[in-house]
Structures are given as C-alpha cells and as structure tokens.
C-alpha cells in the first residue's frame, strides 16, 4: 500500500522528504516501527513475514527515498538517528490514524490493538503498573503488551516507548502527561534496624545512619528532598549503599540493612504488613505525584488513550489507602 504525501517541513526548514520522492511506502513505515519498537530489523521482519535480507532492503529503500539515515545499524543494536526520531514520531501517528480509521468502520467504538510498549520504574511497575497492564490485556484480546520495568530514565522515541509512568519533576518538552496519582517520597527502615541503631525524628540526624540511595545511570544519586519554608532542600548524605534499582533498595531497607526514602506507593504494603516504618513525620517532602507521559501528537491511538484512562481509574481506587497507610504509620 502506498501513501501519497505533500511538502512536510521540519522544525529546522529542511524538508524531511526528498524532492524526488512522491510515494510513500506504508509497508516500509511500518517495519521501520516495528524495529524500533522490537529493537531488532529481523524481529520486526519476521513479524511482517519478511527474511532479514528483505527487510534490510525494504529499509535501505526507504532511507534512499528519504535521503536520510534513519537507523545506525550495527550488530548488537539499532539506534535512531535525529532524523529518524522525527520520522518516527510522525509514522506512529500516521500509521495510527489509518489503524483507527480502519478500526472504525466496523465498530461504533474504538478498541485497544497492536503493540502497547509500557515503560514504569522498578517497584512501581512490578507492584502496580504490570499486574494492571497485564489487566488492561486481557479486556482487549487484539492488543500486545510490552513492559519495560527500570530505573532508568527511557528515551521514548529511542526505545519506541508508547506510555511511560514516571514520578516526580517531569522535564522533557517534547511529551504530554496527565496525572495519574498523588505521591510523595518518605525516609523509611526496618523494625529491626530502628531497635538497633535508633529512629531519627531529625533531617540533620540521617547522616548518622546507614543510607541506601538509588543511582540512575546518567542522571548520579537521586537526592534525599525535603520541603522547607525555602523551599525544596536536597540532603547532603553520604550513601552506604548505592544501587540502579528500586525495588532492590526497599529490599535491603525491609532486611535491615539501613535507612531508604521510597514513595508512598512503593512501601504501602510493606508499611501496611509491619516490615516498613516510615520516619520523620513533621517533615514534608515536596510532591512526587505519579504521571503517564507519552510522545505529543494531535491524535493518540486508542490503546494508548484507553490505557491511560484505564490506569488513571485503577489507581484513583487505591490513592486513599496508599496515602493513608503510610501517613498513618508516621514516627
């Protein structure tokens, strides 16, 4: 099938078409997400019931077309270009459209299909925004689910990210995000760690303690905030532990092994069943509200804006009695 196209100019003045090019492949566009999403050109061909050569061709036709790289292409992985994260963004949306154009000629309403790619931190995603995912899923049969769980910051358009959940200060122009939640972070340790070594009712008594900090690769150790008549104030500790994942942290937090500051989503049910006790109740930290964020467009594809819906009523269920447990259970 092919897509008859105008003039497109990008933000810069350059046109992201060549002159010469007044077609285009939607088969091509379409493996060309497909590898990004996958991270793999022969997965994305396999899919598409295409051998790895034809795909690599398929590909290289586009990119002549274009008259841009698209795609840094070595053994190991694919990486987009600047060009090719343009592009990209456009395809998805372009490729969207058609597959809700499609979809709604034979249904009065649209339905969730084709790869959902969700992307959440470690103790959230395993705690909550799997298990609901996996719910999402399972209402709508048409629909591929992905899931990357990480600490680490994911480039959406790089890693063909359809939703990302993040907390905290959201910094990236390019994306959209609606608030899913309210959250904010506590200062948190074990029963057994606190008989032992004390419980600190001050900030300035935290250095004393054992500190278990998270390190994001790229971004350095995540600071200890707390709200202050100034306003927010970073801690200066000294990390005993530093480690790339969250979930592992509350676990050395929930052995003993020192103090840690967690979100009140990530510790509620640790709080709720005594392994947790979070500390420091008349100090405030400033609001690390959870948010889904998602490549600004003029028109989102159903899956995304149904999962994002469907996220935001799950977890406006639970908001009370996460907030609650933790508040409640303050020292």
Known sequence: MNLAVGDDNWPNGASIFSPELKMVDLDAMQLFVRAVADGSLSAAGRELGL??????????????????????????RLTLTDEGAAYYERCVAILADLDEAHASLGAGQMDARGLLHVAAPADLGRQWIAPLAAEFAAQHPRLRLRISVSDATLDLFEHGVDVAIRSGALADSRLVSRRLALNHRVVCAAPAYLDKHGRPTQADELSGHACLMLHRPGRGILPWTLQTPQGPQALRIEAAVTCDSGDLLRQLAVDGYGLTFKSAWDIAADVRAGRLVPLLADIATPDANIHAIYPSRRFLPARIRLFVDFLHERLQQHEADVLDTVRQAMC
């Open 51 to 76: 051998s790895p050569a034809a795909a690599s061709k398929r590909l290289s036709r586009l990119e002549q077309a274009l008259g841009v790289r698209l795609l840094q292409r070595s053994s190991r």
